[in-house]
């Protein structure tokens, strides 16, 4: 099986896919939170698919580890944006949902 053929790869392309979405609405002063979230989200599929191809546990669950933080960066993304109201509650909580649901199955993955 490949990384692209998991659950929670599928669930960062989700995730991005929202991102991507929500990126494009906003104002051209929230350049900087855009920027965060871009890295973020990203990150989170970037270092699941380079822990999966690593040989140790250990080497993978540094890997997980730093997609799981990635993620939880993501949700704080999140709510600084719905606080600024750039992001409508909807995609909050759809978001969130995602994140929590990424991070639940990236605990479990490096088991």
Request: include cysteine.
């Amino acid at each position: 099986m490949q990384y692209d053929d998991t659950n929670i790869y599928q669930r960062c392309m989700e995730l991005i896919d929202l991102a991507s979405r929500l990126m494009k609405s906003w104002p051209p002063g929230y350049a900087f939170l855009s920027d965060q979230l871009k890295r973020a989200v990203s990150s989170i599929a970037l270092n699941f698919a380079e822990g999966y191809g690593r040989q140790t546990k250990r080497e993978q669950r540094r890997y997980f580890v730093m997609a799981r933080g990635s993620a939880s960066e993501v949700a704080a993304i999140l709510d600084v944006g719905f606080r600024f109201g750039i992001v409508e509650q909807d995609d909050h909580e759809k978001g969130r949902d995602i994140c929590d649901h990424l991070a639940r199955m990236l605990t479990k993955f490096r088991r």
